[in-house]
């Protein structure tokens, strides 16, 4: 570890520590930079009704790496480009989200993901620190008390919509499989938003 970090991760700790439940966004853009945000089908609707972007130019998808597949337990992977199986995910653009131009540029249409961090949902009405706030966030400590009301509805909305979404990715994968639908991220994207796909279709997009 940097020693010369040592003095900063202590002042937040112990931020944290005396006002627990704190935390004011600095929009400094340390969180979108630590992890690769995977969204479902109604973040992507929520960005392109708020923003008009067009999705793929905004999506990717990754391959998870063998040595943090831990971190996306739960996550739904499609069959994507060569049979890969992928999550679905904003593109990175210098090492963090593509979204991120010093502070989120749509940060009121966010992924559901992104409005917990710092803290970490258990279930029920309990949160937590997440382990890594420390080392990255600047916000802790900071500002009024935390809303965790807020906070707890949009977590459940965020099971519901992962739920719908894992049954859509499992409907895609069955259509690969049976030969209706030819894999590639492009092709899922659209269907993910309502495009049919049939095995033309998935030709003539990937």
């Not at 900071?142 to 099971?159: Q, T, V």
């Not at 919509?161 to 092709?187: C, D, F, H, I, Q």
Request: aromatic letters at 12%.
């Amino acid at each position: 570890m940097n020693v010369k970090l040592l003095p900063r991760v202590t002042i937040r700790m112990l931020r944290a520590t005396l006002k627990p439940g704190h935390f004011e966004c600095q929009k400094c853009g340390a969180c979108c930079s630590k992890y690769t945000v995977c969204v479902t089908d109604s973040d992507i609707k929520r960005i392109i009704n708020f923003y008009g972007f067009s999705p793929h130019s905004f999506l990717t998808g990754v391959q998870v790496p063998d040595s943090v597949v831990h971190t996306y337990a739960g996550i739904p992977r499609f069959i994507g480009d060569r049979g890969r199986e992928l999550v679905l995910a904003l593109k990175e653009k210098n090492g963090r989200c593509i979204f991120n131009e010093g502070e989120c540029k749509v940060y009121p249409a966010r992924p559901l993901n992104c409005r917990a961090f710092p803290f970490l949902w258990l279930g029920g009405r309990k949160f937590k620190l997440n382990p890594d706030a420390p080392f990255m966030c600047d916000g802790l400590g900071r500002g009024g008390k935390f809303d965790f009301e807020w906070l707890l509805e949009e977590m459940l909305l965020l099971e519901k919509e992962w739920e719908a979404y894992r049954l859509m990715v499992e409907k895609w994968n069955n259509l690969v499989r049976s030969g209706a639908a030819t894999p590639s991220t492009r092709t899922f994207i659209s269907y993910v938003l309502g495009v049919k796909v049939g095995v033309q279709e998935s030709l003539r997009d990937s």
